[in-house]
């Protein structure tokens, strides 16, 4: 398996791929993890929303994260990378490896966060990423904020609940 990290605006995905990542996620967090939570949160369509997948020979994705911009109270923003996931026949393949490695050379020295599911945090911080607050439980996962860089204002509570699910 040799795949390759692509990586757009939503504007700029073909419909068929798009389709192909919104199922992916849809299979993954609402059937798969029995969380019944709208995926379609509107962050997808935000200007500075980049979504990352890989494909199969045939094109079809198999494994996708997005990465947005979280604009906090105090005019500052913060990078957030969310729904993460991949095929579960897929799993263990290296597929997530190539998704953050390509997200975080794209961020750069830039301050970042994600909500890890808490079995994945161990994953998370091969990357540098270190808790930053209590764990919490959202839609019956529990998941620990992690951090990446430069400590910002943390995310109110309120906001930090929406935030995109992870999962592998």
Same mark, same amino acid.
Do not use: K
């Given at each position: 398996?040799?795949? @390759?990290?692509?990586?757009?605006?939503?504007?700029?995905?073909?419909?068929? @791929?798009?389709?192909?990542?919104?199922?992916?996620?849809?299979?993954?967090?609402?059937?798969?993890?029995?969380? /019944?939570?709208? *995926?379609?949160?509107?962050? *997808?369509?935000? %200007?500075?929303?980049?979504?990352?997948?890989?494909?199969?020979?045939?094109?079809? %994705?198999?494994?996708?994260?997005?990465?947005?911009? *979280?604009?906090?109270?105090?005019?500052? /923003?913060?990078?957030?990378?969310?729904?993460?996931?991949?095929?579960?026949?897929?799993?263990?393949?290296?597929?997530?490896?190539?998704?953050?490695?390509?997200?975080?050379?794209?961020?750069? *020295?830039? %301050?970042?966060?994600?909500?890890?599911?808490?079995?994945?945090?161990?994953?998370?911080?091969?990357?540098?990423?270190?808790?930053?607050?209590?764990?919490?439980?959202?839609?019956?996962?529990?998941?620990?904020?992690?951090?990446?860089?430069?400590?910002?204002?943390?995310? %109110?509570?309120?906001?930090?609940?929406?935030?995109?699910?992870?999962?592998?």
């Amino acid at each position: 398996m040799n795949p @390759t990290v692509h990586s757009a605006a939503l504007a700029d995905i073909d419909p068929v @791929t798009l389709y192909g990542l919104m199922q992916l996620r849809v299979d993954v967090f609402v059937v798969e993890q029995e969380c /019944a939570y709208p *995926d379609l949160d509107g962050r *997808d369509l935000e %200007p500075s929303a980049v979504q990352y997948w890989c494909t199969d020979l045939d094109g079809a %994705p198999i494994a996708t994260a997005r990465l947005l911009t *979280d604009e906090l109270p105090d005019g500052t /923003a913060l990078l957030r990378i969310g729904r993460v996931c991949t095929r579960h026949e897929l799993r263990g393949n290296g597929l997530v490896r190539l998704l953050i490695d390509r997200i975080v050379s794209d961020i750069g *020295d830039r %301050p970042s966060v994600l909500d890890a599911q808490a079995h994945l945090e161990q994953m998370y911080a091969r990357w540098g990423y270190v808790a930053d607050g209590p764990q919490f439980v959202e839609d019956g996962i529990p998941h620990v904020p992690m951090r990446r860089g430069e400590r910002r204002r943390r995310i %109110p509570e309120q906001d930090r609940n929406s935030s995109p699910t992870l999962c592998e």
